[in-house]
């Protein structure tokens, strides 16, 4: 395949990006698009330019490492992740354009890396169960119903990798968020902290810059692990119910 | 033996492991005679944990709760991207839970046999006994473990044993574990008790006056170079499978840190011991960049196949059943397609080699899943598999519910690693090695399921409850940037990056890295043999030779240059995989995944030579030029008898 490429490059955070165009022919539509852009940047390195820079690691879809926006679109598009796309998806001599997440709350490191931190502090602020080490029951000592566990499991496949956000008008993080308020707040274990947890990690979303939630559902159609809109109603459920119980933010 | 590539040096021992006692009771004893620290000491202690996997991400939650000051460190952005999250099948725990004569010590039987006699018992003895505390601690922690209709958790089988004792989480298991660990290590941190070092890769170790004292590290976005002092180090940076190039681990996985260290003393054990995983998704270009696993559990349910013809090109759903050779079916009757991974990739390439191979290249078996289909129903296939069947119809365009996916083995995991006694220290005091970083518990193959119990084993229990008796003695005098050890170590890195900028050859750093891994596939792969591992040594130091004048890394160091972190991590792939050779050469037998073409048995299985090689080999590194120092550490069985493994 031959294909043009328009990537965004920038050096680093202080200075403006732009995009950049390179032709490449030789493709194989067998390739995944992170192999696309690797023959690139051997072929940039080769002439003494710089490589592209991007993120990835597992390039299996699991770990969330990589994203970009292809065309537009977080991830291409496909409910997939970057690294899962293959050149089959796209037509000989077609255009592609590569940007990264475009969001306050990310800032671009360089080139299409960007700094997803903030995701982590979410998490910080109340995205687990405090059980400390060796001090658990035996595990059948609380059975829960399949259903429920099955659920729980699916938000808790989120990988976290940003694509929600990047998707969003809003630039909201609200789908990763309610991935996890849903996954730990369906399961017998995570009742106790149930209500602060979701006004912890809201507050701190909103203390990272980003934007409020207006059920425009692009997260989800962007989100290669298909977390749910229902998630969301999940959230806001528990945090009405935990302003009501006047529960407050941690300082 | 070749003495020309090694010495021998004196045998070493594990000292740690209370012996006077029975097996069962040997790891309660350790713990019981193990000093303590008190609260208010472990305040005034600084533990370094590297790797934020299962086992460093659940050792520096564990830690910083018990009170230490931890300062943690990984490569990728989140502590939550460790490669553990790619785990697909499931975690092994002596649970009982199906009544079907499960125990602590049939896990250890099993473990100890499956590992073809070249682990240490007591090792997989406490692994056994603490397997069943993981589960516990993971459900309460909300990892969403597959469940029963009754509320209560779900099991299934795994290669090399007969009963149902791995928990899974759908095709993720790994990923739901980490994220348990992630969250208890991320509500740690939010505590002020875990100091985070993100897109941070550790170059070096320093060692003061023989103990392990610190790190150098490179910040991987503005490139500073920074030194981090503490008064124990915990690696926990997972296996070198990427010396293959190919391999499912991820992209960034390496050996730099434990390389390093063992440049600065600590052994490196049985390096040669490389797991090669019987069901991956075939390779299908030269661009391709790494290697996709299919779980082990879909052998529960999927038949391997070939046609009983070479050559047999026919759509595979054309070809009638008595055309086919369920050949892991006829040869093991009693395990069928749960014999374990290196007999079950070892049978493949042998199938293969006839020409029975299938696919493009001839390079791939059939794993079909037509008759389970048939007989659960297309719906609990989903159930159960769902994510991996999606996953392979990303990659090869192919529908692995109409048509058996195609399969072919590739390096999956690292059995060999630092050298750690009991206690889990390494050769150098105050350095310690959990998961697949150091080489404990698996012997010579691991079981599947059994990477995932180590890990959790080592970070939350093990390791929290040994290194008391090393910081027993700490806090340890205060060293500062001023130190000639820190200021050597700093000064050395330097020079290296300086030195991989300044070549400005004509290679780039990818193909140095294709060529090694494809080398090191051909002669020290699924198959070796002396005459293959003398090619590959002769061959290795060429490679490493023109590296070091010829290859080719853009940009500077003061920035984010992933060019340049590639390089140092292919330097030391380069000098790894000749240890590896080495060891496989001495080795002048077949057990596990290491298999010697002149060590087998007449029907081809491998063939052990306990009377010569019932030992851990632990390599002691020794500057260029001169050869590595093998030390033994003699294995010996009291509680499971050595025998012929047999899964007929
Ligand atoms: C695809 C796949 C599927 C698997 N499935 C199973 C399974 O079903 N069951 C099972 O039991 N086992 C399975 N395994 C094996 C198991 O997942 C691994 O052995 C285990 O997870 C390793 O955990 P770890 O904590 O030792 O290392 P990892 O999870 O690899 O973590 C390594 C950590 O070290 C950090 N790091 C590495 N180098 C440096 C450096 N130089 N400086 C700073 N930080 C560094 C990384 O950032 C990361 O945080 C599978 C493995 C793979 C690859
Ligand atoms: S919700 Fe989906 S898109 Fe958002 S971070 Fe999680 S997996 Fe990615
Ligand atoms: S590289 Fe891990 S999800 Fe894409």
């Known amino acids: 395949m031959r294909l043009t490429l328009r990537i965004w490059r920038q050096k680093d955070p202080s200075v403006k990006g732009t995009m950049v165009t390179y032709k490449l022919d030789d493709i194989s539509p067998d390739m995944s698009f992170l192999e696309m852009l690797d023959v690139l940047n051997e072929r940039l390195i080769m002439d003494g330019d710089d490589p592209v820079a991007f993120d990835h690691d597992c390039r299996e879809g699991i770990c969330g490492m990589c994203g970009v926006m292809i065309n537009g679109k977080a991830h291409g598009g496909e409910h997939t992740t970057t690294c899962q796309l293959h050149m089959r998806s796209f037509k000989d001599g077609d255009t592609i354009d590569v940007e990264p997440w475009r969001a306050s709350p990310f800032p671009v490191i360089k080139d299409l890396a960007v700094d997803r931190r903030a995701f982590d502090r979410i998490i910080q602020a109340g995205g687990y169960i405090s059980v400390p080490t060796g001090t658990a029951p035996e595990a059948h000592s609380t059975p829960v119903p399949k259903k429920d566990s099955d659920a729980a499991f699916d938000a808790a496949t989120c990988i976290g990798c940003g694509a929600c956000v990047a998707a969003c008008p809003n630039a909201s993080s609200m789908l990763f968020t309610a991935a996890k308020v849903t996954h730990l707040g369906l399961l017998p274990q995570g009742q106790p902290e149930r209500y602060d947890r979701v006004v912890n990690m809201v507050t701190q979303q909103d203390l990272e810059g980003f934007g409020g939630c207006t059920n425009i559902g692009e997260c989800s159609a962007s989100c290669p692990k298909g977390i749910s809109m229902e998630t969301i109603s999940r959230l806001n459920h528990d945090l009405l119910g935990a302003l009501r119980a006047g529960v407050k933010p941690k300082s | ?648």
Not at chain 2, 5 to 34: C, M, N, Y
Not at chain 2, 542 to 566: C, P
């Open chain 2, 1 to 648: 033996m070749p003495l020309d590539l090694f010495t021998v040096g004196d045998p070493i021992a594990d000292t740690k492991a209370p012996t006077d006692v029975p097996i069962g009771e040997r790891w309660s004893e350790r713990k019981f005679r193990g000093r303590l620290v008190n609260p208010a000491n472990r305040r005034k202690m600084t533990v370094i944990v590297v790797g934020t996997g299962l086992a460093g991400g659940s050792a520096a939650a564990t830690l910083g709760e018990a009170g230490y000051k931890v300062k943690s460190f990984w490569y990728q952005d989140s502590p939550r991207r460790a490669h553990s999250v790619a785990a697909q099948g499931g975690i092994n725990a002596a649970k009982n839970y199906r009544n079907d004569g499960d125990s602590v010590h049939r896990l250890f039987y099993d473990t100890v046999k499956g590992g073809d006699f070249r682990s240490r018992e007591n090792n997989v003895h406490r692994l056994a006994e603490v397997s069943v505390n993981i589960i516990d601690q993971c459900v309460a922690q909300g990892v969403p473990f597959a469940r029963e209709y009754g509320g209560l958790l779900d099991n299934r089988s795994f290669g090399g044993t007969q009963v149902s004792r791995t928990f899974y989480a759908r095709g993720q298991t790994g990923q739901q574990l980490l994220y348990g660990a992630y969250q208890a290590l991320e509500r740690q941190m939010a505590a002020g008790n875990v100091e985070q070092h993100s897109r941070t890769e550790m170059l070096d170790l320093i060692v003061v006056d023989g103990r392990a004292r610190g790190i150098v590290a490179r910040d991987l976005v503005t490139g500073e170079i920074s030194t981090h002092y503490a008064d124990a180090v915990v690696l926990a940076t997972g296996g070198y499978g990427n010396v293959f190039y190919l391999s499912t681990n991820a992209k960034g996985s390496n050996a730099t840190a434990i390389w390093r260290a063992h440049k600065r003393g600590a052994y490196f054990a049985n390096p040669c011991y490389t797991q090669i995983h019987p069901t991956c998704i075939p390779v299908h270009g030269e661009y391709q960049s790494k290697l996709t696993l299919m779980s082990e559990s879909l052998r529960n349910d999927g038949r391997v196949w070939v046609p009983k013809e070479r050559g047999d090109t026919r759509d595979p759903r054309d070809i009638p059943e008595d055309e086919r050779d369920y050949y892991l079916e006829r040869i093991y009757p009693s395990f069928g397609n749960l014999v374990p991974r290196d007999i079950a990739s070892r049978q493949a390439k042998n199938v293969c080699d006839e020409g029975r191979g299938v696919g493009p290249n001839g390079l791939g078996v059939y794993l079909d899943f037509a008759e389970a289909i048939e007989r659960l129903g297309r719906p609990a296939v989903e159930a159960k598999y769902g994510n991996l069947f999606d996953m392979y119809a990303q990659i090869t365009g192919e529908d692995p519910y109409r048509t058996p996916m195609r399969i072919y083995p590739a390096v999956h995991y690292t059995m060999g690693g630092l050298w750690v006694d009991y206690d889990l220290q390494s050769t150098i005091p105050g350095m310690f090695v959990i998961g697949e970083a150091n080489f404990s518990d698996h012997g010579a193959n691991r079981l599947g399921a059994s990477a995932l119990m180590q890990g959790l084993a080592d970070g939350y229990f093990v390791l929290p409850a040994t290194i008391t008796e090393y910081l027993a003695d700490g806090p340890f005098e205060k060293i500062g940037d001023s130190h000639p050890a820190a200021v050597e170590a700093v000064q050395g890195v330097q020079a290296q990056i300086q030195k991989l900028l300044n070549i400005n050859g004509t290679r780039s750093v990818a193909s140095f890295h294709r060529e090694l891994g494809k080398l090191m596939w051909d002669l020290c792969g699924m198959e070796r043999s002396e005459e293959s591992l003398r090619k590959a040594l002769d061959r290795i130091p060429e490679i490493r030779q023109e590296f070091w004048t010829n290859v080719k890394v853009v940009g500077d160091w003061h920035s984010f240059n992933q060019n340049l972190e590639q390089a140092g991590r292919v330097a030391d792939f380069i000098e790894l995989a000749e240890l590896m050779c080495v060891d496989a050469l001495h080795r002048n037998e077949s057990c596990g995944g290491h298999f010697r073409a002149e060590s087998q048995t007449p029907e081809g299985e491998a063939l052990r030579d306990d009377e010569n090689f019932a030992y851990v080999a632990a390599w002691e590194w020794t500057p260029e030029g001169a050869p590595p120092v093998l030390h033994r550490e003699d294995l010996e069985y009291e509680y499971v008898h050595l025998a012929q493994r047999s899964y007929k």
